[in-house]
């Protein structure tokens, strides 16, 4: 329907500028957009839901590349959200020849909250949401808590109309306001429990631009407003009809560069089989040599999610190597470990969502416990369990006509490496150029990939 409502406006010319603005409930606009000088004025912001993988984000245990077929649709789920909006008309200072934003300097524009008056689903994995200011803001930050519960966004103490945005994000990000961790993976994979989000962005901003900038080059980064319309936030505001013309499209979304990006505040860990060439298949079938691991488990994790990481605007980078502050208690005794589950019913893989956690080589660090039966072309099959210490292997076998079954265990064996937050050979940073040395332990951070591929058993007859 929408393209053809699309395909409506360009007919009409005039009116097509405002094609990707304009709500089918909404009064028809007028055919030459009229700008909005004062007063106050309604805005729509796009937020884009972002699954594992989005932004070139590169997996840590593997450092591969995350395809975009590892995103599932259940991780872009959004149960509830709030927006904080903050005036950043003078919130930019100039620093080594530019400008950029700084949060201290930012004004919240409501007392808590804005009141979303209308919320669209553009299809894409985007989001419209509408939301009324009372004044006509050059500039305006936006900060979003997603899926983390109303009591969250209603807490008590959160710093009214007037604070900066700094402080709102200190209070968010303060020990008290985490969440607890729900550990059934089946409710995030199964769509009952939300993965939690947040994100952030400045519209009409100055960011990046040169210290000897002309009063009319700030100026035309500056939002603009227009009548009959809800305008869309722009990191660059709409200077004339046909720039905002360049903003219509078929979904009615403002550019990518535009949208407000929902992050994850967990770390998903994924483990698989992929076999090579020549290697035992992934699926057991009667006279194939075959791997399949049976089951995957994470030990130590931490009871709370940080609702805001540190850093979450200053930090110029954020990777699996930076410092991490987590959060609440670790895994006790009577805390029982992290059971994978598969994404889906056709995907067997197997998938865990966690909060972050700082890895130091210490006995408390977090890591994997594998299970994987190994069956070879007579259908023998023998059980191992790969732990951090040790291998434990079980198999049958005939007694002169009695079938007994035979456990072994193998102590610091080297094929555990592979279970601990470490690297196990030559990668790159996140930068891409600089060396990471082997044996580098790595954090678990929020919204990155963590990729285990098991490649199967060499020497094994198919």
Not at 131 to 137: E, G, N, Q, S
Not at 267 to 274: D, F
Not at 367 to 374: G, K
Not at 433 to 460: C, H, K, S
């Amino acid at each position: 329907m929408r393209k053809f409502l699309h395909i409506s406006f360009v007919v009409l010319l005039g009116v097509s500028v405002l094609a990707g603005c304009r709500r089918a409930d909404e009064p028809m606009p007028p055919v030459q957009p009229e700008q909005v000088m004062d007063g106050q004025v309604q805005v729509s912001l796009t937020l884009a839901l972002h699954g594992f993988g989005s932004d070139g984000v590169i997996t840590k245990a593997d450092y591969q590349d995350v395809d975009s077929a590892l995103e599932y649709p259940y991780e872009k789920t959004v149960k509830d959200y709030a927006v904080f909006v903050f005036d950043a008309s003078d919130a930019f200072k100039k620093n080594n020849g530019f400008y950029e934003f700084n949060p201290s300097e930012a004004e919240q524009v409501f007392a808590g909250k804005a009141d979303i008056l209308h919320v669209e689903d553009l299809g894409n994995n985007l989001t419209r949401c509408e939301f009324k200011v009372d004044a006509k803001y050059k500039s305006l930050a936006v900060l979003v808590l997603a899926n983390m519960g109303d009591a969250v966004y209603s807490a008590a103490g959160i710093p009214g109309k007037g604070a900066s945005m700094q402080a709102v994000m200190d209070f968010f990000n303060d020990g008290a306001r985490g969440i607890n961790y729900n550990t059934d993976q089946s409710k995030y994979t199964g769509g009952t429990v939300a993965l939690p989000k947040h994100g952030w962005k400045v519209f009409g901003s100055w960011e990046g631009l040169s210290s000897s900038a002309s009063e009319t080059e700030k100026a035309n980064r500056e939002l603009k407003y227009y009548r009959g319309m809800s305008t869309p936030l722009t990191v660059k505001g709409f200077n004339t009809a046909s720039e905002l013309a360049n903003y219509a499209g078929t979904t009615g979304a403002v550019q990518e560069s535009d949208r407000l990006a929902l992050g994850n505040a967990l770390a998903r860990l994924h483990v698989r089989y992929e076999p090579k060439a020549g290697q035992p298949a992934a699926t057991p079938a009667p006279g194939v040599a075959s791997v399949e691991i049976t089951g995957v488990k994470l030990h130590n994790y931490k009871k709370k999610v940080r609702l805001l990481p540190s850093g979450f605007i200053s930090s110029g980078s954020y990777s699996p190597f930076d410092t991490v502050t987590p959060l609440g208690d670790l895994q006790g005794t009577s805390d029982a470990d992290i059971e994978f589950v598969h994404p889906s019913a056709t995907d067997k893989s197997w998938v865990a969502y966690v909060p972050e956690l700082k890895v130091s080589g210490a006995d408390d660090d977090p890591y994997l416990i594998v299970e994987a039966w190994v069956t070879d072309k007579t259908g023998a099959i023998v059980k191992y369990t790969f732990e951090r210490d040790q291998i434990t292997r079980t198999w049958k076998w005939d007694d002169n006509g009695t079938e007994r079954e035979e456990t072994r265990i193998y102590k610091n064996s080297p094929w555990t490496e592979w279970l601990q937050m470490k690297t196990y050979y030559s990668r790159k940073m996140p930068d891409g150029t600089t060396d990471v040395t082997i044996g580098t332990y790595f954090n678990l951070i929020r919204n990155y990939a963590y990729e285990w591929i098991a490649e199967g058993v060499e020497g094994m007859e198919l």
